[in-house]
């Protein structure tokens, strides 16, 4: 009973965020209680420690007020104490259902099961006529999700353990879902969704946030038709690529080269280091979230480094002309030669002449990797392993 209290004033709660939520959608939130997947999940002590939480019927009570508030809850760590999985944010996931208009009948490809309550979700829009196959690579989860849809009675869900990028299905699928970050978008993903097809997935870029994106299914190459900021967990496997990771500067094979050539120098207020804390990171985006997304969306050349301390800055890496540009703090740096300064600057004032888009100015088409490629004025070509990523300003 309490439960459902509480579920009934988390619905309330987002809608009054979000706006309205279409009624097949709500059914199946109201018919899917968050607590029923949160078997086993990490909380954060006062004192800063983790603890692992059992649910039972002897505790339920004492956590239903925290399972049930607008917040994602975390699942796994590794051992460094890395989040790579999480039961996402309850008006997150409802957001990403009305995007993703779900249809009775439909197949669906979710990448990343972790709890299984998205796909119990889904398993409820499509229908006994439709039916939902679920990958994780993680094994603990994917035997938790098998047992909660067998307790629940939910059989139109398929659970796989595997690396849902590389995964063949013998299929193709209406919708596919990304639960989990990507760096780039698999070719095998590409391959299986149907022409006219949706996928929702959270695209990584070397900025501060990840991109939300809505993308359909063209003749030879997928357009997007909605864009967000937003963050989530990295997807793991063959295309957990390093990318994302920050770099040292020490690391780079220019560096003991240009070390103590610093030939450029000037207070800079746009810049800011910031360390891994989600505190830090949310004080770093309020200042700089707009011109770190526009140039991990436009320069392929951009950059994120840390410090020896574990602080995060942003650069730019040009090794054809031994040059690079370093912002941190209230410094702008360069070192070699005046190239890679330029260049930022270049970025900076076309940032500020196109009037300081963010993510939602942009339009995005990605290709794949053997396409041949021509731009247009205000688009940019960013390549990854499988995709081309060509991000078009709107007129």
């Not at 029923?36 to 939480?53: P, V």
């Not at 009570?61 to 999480?86: V, W």
């Not at 299986?192 to 870029?205: R, S």
């Not at 690529?241 to 207070?267: N, R």
Request: glycine share 6%.
């Amino acid at each position: 009973m309490q439960a459902g209290k509480q579920l009934l004033e988390l619905l309330e709660n987002i809608k009054s965020t979000i706006g309205d939520i279409p009624e097949s959608i709500e059914k199946a939130f109201l018919n899917t209680p968050r607590h029923q997947f949160a078997d086993k999940f990490l909380k954060k002590n006062e004192d800063g420690t983790i603890e692992e939480i059992e649910l039972s019927e002897k505790n339920i009570t004492e956590y239903l007020s925290y399972l049930y508030e607008d917040r994602s809850i975390p699942l796994i760590m590794d051992k460094e104490e890395h989040l790579i999985s999480s039961i996402s944010q309850p008006s997150l996931v409802l957001s990403m259902l009305i995007k993703l208009d779900i249809e009775a009948g439909q197949k669906i490809l979710e990448i990343g099961t972790a709890s299984g309550w998205n796909a119990a979700m889904m398993s409820k829009l499509v229908g006994a006529q439709g039916h939902v196959y679920s990958i994780d690579i993680i094994s603990e989860l994917v035997t938790r999700a098998k047992s909660k849809f067998k307790t629940q009675g939910i059989d139109n869900i398929t659970v796989l353990e595997g690396d849902g990028a590389i995964k063949h299905y013998n299929e193709t699928f209406d919708k596919i879902m990304f639960t989990v970050g990507a760096y780039d978008i698999p070719r095998i993903i590409q391959k299986q969704l149907k022409q006219n097809g949706q996928l929702l997935m959270v695209l990584k870029n070397k900025g501060l946030w990840d991109s939300l994106l809505l993308l359909t299914k063209k003749e030879n190459y997928l357009e997007s038709t909605h864009h967000s900021l937003c963050a989530f967990v990295p997807l793991k496997g063959q295309y957990d690529m390093s990318e994302l990771d920050p770099l040292q500067l020490e690391s780079l094979s220019i560096w003991d080269s240009l070390k103590d050539q610093l030939t450029f120098e000037q207070p800079f207020w746009w810049g800011i280091t910031w360390n891994k804390k989600p505190t830090d990171k949310r004080k770093a985006a309020s200042k700089i979230v707009g011109i770190s997304s526009f140039l991990g969306i436009t320069e392929p050349q951009f950059e994120l480094f840390k410090d020896s301390n574990d602080e995060i800055f942003f650069g730019l890496v040009d090794d054809e002309n031994k040059s690079l540009a370093v912002w941190k703090n209230d410094r702008l740096m360069g070192y070699g030669n005046h190239t890679a300064i330029n260049k930022l600057k270049t970025n900076f004032e076309l940032y500020l002449a196109l009037g300081m888009p963010d993510i939602k100015c942009f339009t995005l088409r990605v290709y794949s990797i053997e396409e041949e490629i021509s731009l247009n004025k205000n688009e940019w070509l960013i390549k990854r392993r499988d995709a081309q990523f060509v991000w078009s300003l709107n007129k």
